[in-house]
Each structure stands twice: as structure tokens, then as C-alpha cells.
């Protein structure tokens, strides 16, 4: 049996993939499969002729087509397998563009991969990202960005596409003062740690009908989703945390997926940036010590949300019918379709 946990996909310098696996017997020798459509492995179909077979337990596959997304089979002798594909989307564009494919939920399921995406803003994706995207198959986008920020900055995936695009602004109250600062170049902000999880908070008492939109689109057929806002952390965090949620991932794996954030985003490049271009209460420079907080994810933000729920529903059930809309059959279906 593979151990997932140690399985992983990465993009090479030269664009290859560099394929790292586990198995509970090390020596055994492992067939690698690759196809552009994960269809394919869950179907249960003839896989046809692997790339490679080897008895080690890591493998760089030459890329075929870089303007599309693989994905890879992995067999060993006693017939096990696993699906495997890259988590961070290879884009210049948007750093933090990445599938939620691959996690396990109960019962010993997985999500699927190229089904599940989240993202940052998509107003700058060059001509290339965006034919890699639009081969991707999205079907629906929601933009959870306030209506100012995607009029001065549009979602931009050529004039073709079967892509339905949903704006579901999520205003947090407990930061409209500090947008309004924001776009005047100030950060007005003390305590932007504890500031962070207030916004964190305030999803759950004041955001759901907007999240719970983009579960009611989700289950109007067999939908291939990305969600975004800005960076993709904060709005986008806290939506990829109730799919994964709902879908029966553990809060551990969910934190750690919020997590990869950090290391996907420049933050420190951010940080920088930022200290120049904006200013405090006094007009002096934004420390980093203020900043950090602001632009990187910690586990206590996420919890945060977890916290408040518990704080407010009866149960996960409770939370999921009362604020999500979405009763058992409806969680149900969404499980059906998305894990494997």
C-alpha cells in the first residue's frame, strides 16, 4: 500500500515532474502510469502500457506537453495503487493556483484530482496560463472578491469558454474601515494577528450566505470548480476549509492545506512592497512586525473559524443544514461526485 502522505508531484526546473512515492515494501517494483484526463484512473478502465517500472521510489517522467495538466498512476506487484498529480499548478501568473485533489476523508476516501481548484486573482495570467487554465475544464468560478476589486482587476480566460463566473463578494464587517484606509495607502491596524482572526470569525457569523451559494451552484451538476479572491488565502482559505469540511477531510489536513499558503506565495517579496507603498497611522513605513501577520496564513487564523462554529451550531450536521443549506442528501451527492 502507498502511504500518501509521503506521495508527491513536483514541476522540475526544465519543466519535467519529478515523481516521489511510498510503499509499505520498499524494493518492490512500481509501474507509473500518465494520462492529461484523472478520468481515466477513476473509471477503473485499462490503464494501457506504463511509462516506466521501476524498484526505486522516485522518478523524473519527461513532460510531453507543457500547455497540459498530467496526471499519474502508480501500481505496484500486488496490484495496489495511487493517483498522484501536482498540488501547485505551474503558472506565472497566480503562485497560489492549486488542486484540493488527493486528500483522504472518511471512510478511506479520496478527493478526486482536477476537480476541486482555489486560487488567487486570475487578472494577470499570461497568454500561456490561460490556455493551460482554460484546458483545465472549469465549469464554475466564484470570485470572492468585493465588486471593486474585480471591476479594477477582471477575471481574464480569453473570449471562449463554457466557464460560468459567480461574483460572491465576502465583505468581512470587522474589515470595511480598513479597506476604505487601504485604498487610501494607509494600514491602520494594531494588533493585525488578532485583527486576522477577527476577519477569520466574522465569515462565519456574517459571510455564510455567500459560501453557501457556492455550495448550491456546486451541486447543480457535475461542476469543476475553482474559487478565488485576491491571494487566495484568507476568503479562498476559509472556502477550500468547508469543501474539504463538508466533504469529510480532518481538521488537520485541512489546516495543513490552508497552510501551504506560505509556501506558495511570495510573502516576504510582499512585505517589502508593501512597507514602500503604504504607511501608518503616523505616515511612517509599515513595519514588518504589522505586515506579516497580514500576509501570511497561521494555523490559529483557520482555527479560528473552527472555533466560532463550534461556539454557534449544535453540531457539524447543524452548521452544514443551517447555514450551508445542505442536508444529508445533499452532502451525500457532493461526497459521491468529488471523492473516489
Known amino acids: 500500500m502507498f502511504d500518501l502522505?509521503?506521495?508527491?508531484?513536483?514541476?522540475?526546473?526544465?519543466?519535467?515532474?519529478?515523481?516521489?512515492?511510498?510503499?509499505?515494501q520498499p524494493g518492490q517494483k512500481v509501474a507509473?502510469?500518465?494520462?492529461?484526463?484523472?478520468?481515466?484512473?477513476?473509471?477503473?478502465?485499462?490503464?494501457?502500457?506504463?511509462?516506466?517500472?521501476?524498484?526505486?521510489?522516485e522518478a523524473v517522467i519527461s513532460n510531453p506537453d507543457v500547455d497540459v495538466r498530467h496526471y499519474f498512476y502508480l501500481e505496484n506487484?500486488?496490484?495496489?495503487?495511487?493517483?498522484?498529480?501536482?498540488?501547485?499548478?505551474?503558472?506565472?501568473?497566480?503562485?497560489?493556483?492549486?488542486?484540493?485533489?488527493?486528500y483522504e476523508a472518511q471512510g478511506g476516501r479520496r478527493l478526486k484530482w482536477g476537480k476541486l481548484y482555489r486560487s488567487s486573482k486570475l487578472s494577470a495570467l499570461t497568454d500561456v496560463d490561460i490556455n493551460?487554465?482554460?484546458?483545465?475544464?472549469?465549469?464554475?468560478?466564484?470570485?470572492?472578491?468585493?465588486?471593486l476589486e474585480q471591476e479594477l482587476e477582471p477575471t481574464i480566460l480569453g473570449a471562449e469558454g463554457?466557464?460560468?463566473?459567480?461574483?460572491?463578494?465576502?465583505?468581512?464587517?470587522?474589515?470595511?474601515?480598513?479597506?476604505?484606509?487601504?485604498?487610501?495607502?494607509?494600514?491602520a491596524?494594531?494588533?493585525?494577528?488578532?485583527?486576522?482572526?477577527?476577519?477569520?470569525?466574522?465569515?462565519?457569523?456574517?459571510?455564510?450566505?455567500?459560501?453557501?451559494?457556492?455550495?448550491?451552484?456546486?451541486?447543480?451538476?457535475?461542476?469543476?470548480?475553482?474559487?478565488?479572491?485576491?491571494?487566495?488565502?484568507?476568503?479562498?482559505?476559509?472556502?477550500?476549509?468547508l469543501i474539504l469540511d463538508v466533504l469529510g477531510v480532518s481538521e488537520e489536513a485541512i489546516v495543513d492545506d490552508y497552510l501551504l499558503t506560505n509556501k506558495y506565495?511570495?510573502?516576504?517579496?510582499?512585505?517589502?512592497?508593501?512597507?514602500k507603498e503604504f504607511s501608518d497611522h503616523a505616515g511612517e513605513a509599515v513595519s514588518e512586525e504589522l505586515l506579516r501577520p497580514m500576509l501570511e496564513v497561521r494555523p490559529e487564523y483557520i482555527r479560528a473559524c473552527f472555533e466560532?462554529?463550534?461556539?454557534?451550531?449544535?453540531?457539524?450536521?447543524?452548521f452544514y443544514e443551517s447555514a450551508l443549506c445542505l442536508d444529508d442528501s445533499k452532502v451525500e451527492k457532493l461526497k459521491d461526485r468529488y471523492l473516489d
Open 77 to 102: 506487484e500486488q496490484g495496489e495503487g495511487a493517483i498522484l498529480a501536482e498540488r501547485q499548478l505551474s503558472l506565472q501568473g497566480t503562485p497560489n493556483f492549486r488542486d484540493l485533489g488527493g
Open 308 to 318: 466560532e462554529i463550534k461556539k454557534r451550531y449544535e453540531s457539524k450536521e447543524h
Open 32 to 57: 507509473v502510469y500518465m494520462s492529461d484526463n484523472p478520468d481515466h484512473y477513476y473509471a477503473g478502465g485499462d490503464l494501457g502500457t506504463p511509462i516506466l517500472r521501476t524498484t526505486g521510489q
Open 5 to 24: 502522505r509521503f506521495c508527491h508531484v513536483e514541476r522540475t526546473p526544465d519543466q519535467n515532474y519529478l515523481i516521489r512515492w511510498h510503499g509499505s
Open 189 to 241: 491596524v494594531d494588533d493585525s494577528a488578532g485583527f486576522m482572526e477577527e476577519i477569520n470569525r466574522d465569515f462565519v457569523v456574517n459571510q455564510m450566505p455567500q459560501y453557501a451559494e457556492m455550495f448550491q451552484l456546486l451541486l447543480v451538476g457535475d461542476q469543476q470548480l475553482l474559487i478565488h479572491c485576491a491571494s487566495g488565502k484568507d476568503r479562498t482559505g476559509f472556502g477550500a476549509a
Open 265 to 275: 506565495l511570495p510573502v516576504d517579496k510582499d512585505i517589502e512592497r508593501m512597507s
Open 162 to 187: 463554457s466557464h460560468t463566473i459567480a461574483s460572491l463578494p465576502v465583505t468581512p464587517g470587522s474589515s470595511s474601515s480598513f479597506m476604505e484606509n487601504l485604498h487610501k495607502g494607509i494600514i
Open 132 to 147: 493551460y487554465v482554460k484546458r483545465l475544464g472549469l465549469t464554475l468560478i466564484c470570485d470572492f472578491r468585493q465588486v
